[in-house]
């Protein structure tokens, strides 16, 4: 299997600030490499795929980047509505795995 | 818009077979570039991927789950279907339905609201 770590676990940031969470996988997975943000008691929703494309209707302000087994999501800058739980995920292999997830709190 | 929307049992015996379904509506399940999938989160805890089914049929399950894995599609309802046997209590959890992107790279681009199934007696 293909362990991806995410770190911080959590973080506290204030609406405004630029926040980078990032993920590393145990082996290369070229750009294979999703992001997905959760809210409580809701599905995921994707965000970034393919390491840096911005999924249609979200907004600018996310970015990713990262290739081979680093890589980035970064918010320029929080908005309220962005706290929130953040995972990764890599479909290099066909066992699809998930980062632990990164929980952003407001500081 | 694509939506999907899980049913089945909220509640199964230890032991048992759960057992969901997730139809898909605004579009059909045998559109090109798509497969799709089942993922679970036990409470407060991370994702876990699951499964899923291709257009031909195909199917890749998690080895931790293989044994006890059933993904299957009904075309004619648009719908597709989940069957886990044996479950005990870690099988608790908000199980998720979703389509995969599957073109050059491969993504989770719309998701059921999930659905809670509690493993108890």
């Known amino acids: 299997d293909i362990r991806m770590t995410q770190s911080p676990s959590s973080l506290s940031a204030s609406v405004g600030d630029r926040v980078t969470i990032t993920c590393r996988a145990s082996q290369s997975i070229s750009t294979y490499l999703n992001w997905y943000q959760q809210k409580p008691g809701k599905a995921p929703k994707l965000l970034i795929y393919a390491a840096s494309s911005l999924q249609s209707g979200v907004p600018s302000r996310f970015s990713g980047s990262g290739s081979g087994t680093d890589f980035t999501l970064t918010i320029s800058s929080l908005q309220p509505e962005d706290f929130a739980t953040y995972y990764c995920q890599q479909s290099y292999s066909t066992l699809y795995t998930f980062g632990q997830g990164t929980k952003l709190e407001i500081k | 818009q694509l939506q999907l929307h899980e049913s089945g049992s909220g509640l199964v015996k230890p032991s048992q077979t759960l057992s969901l379904t997730c139809a898909v509506s605004?579009?059909?399940?045998?559109?090109?570039?798509?497969?799709w999938s089942w993922i679970r989160q036990p409470p407060g805890k991370g994702l876990e991927w699951i499964g899923y089914i291709f257009q031909s049929g195909s199917t890749y399950y998690n080895p931790s789950l293989k044994s006890r894995v059933t993904i299957s599609v009904d075309r004619s309802k648009n719908q597709f279907s989940l069957k886990l046997s044996s479950v005990t209590a870690a099988d608790t959890a908000v199980y998720y339905c979703?389509?995969?992107?599957?073109?050059?790279?491969?993504?989770?681009?719309?998701w059921g609201q999930g659905t809670l199934v509690t493993v108890s007696s």
């Open positions: 605004g579009g059909s399940i045998s559109s090109g570039g798509y497969s």
């Open positions: 979703a389509r995969v992107r599957t073109t050059v790279s491969q993504y989770f681009d719309s």
